[in-house]
């Protein structure tokens, strides 16, 4: 008759528990710092984005600034006036400024 044998089972050591939380550890740090820096790059991309749009809206509100500067010229205002036959009368001439 073959003899019963027992395996014995294997547990880790302190040094086996240590070296293995050392390995997470150093897996979550790596895998936490590509995270952050992708997220960070992807940031800065929306910032350039950002700041581009920004330039961009800054330039067409001078423009547009420059554009109504232009409308609002008393001079041009007269000058319609008369070309669509008005009167323009002194009492009746305000203006209105910022």
Known sequence: MA???KKKRRR???NGVAIVLFTVA????LLTSLLVNTVNTSLTMKI???NEELAQLRSENQ???YEIQSLENKDRVFEVAQAADLD???DNIISVGD
């Not at 150093?26 to 740090?29: A, N, Q, V």
């Open 26 to 29: 150093l897996i979550s740090w």
């Open 3 to 5: 003899k019963i044998v």
């Open 63 to 65: 423009t547009l600034n």
């Open 12 to 14: 880790l050591s302190f």
């Open 88 to 90: 323009q009368l002194a």
């Open 48 to 50: 350039q984005t950002m």
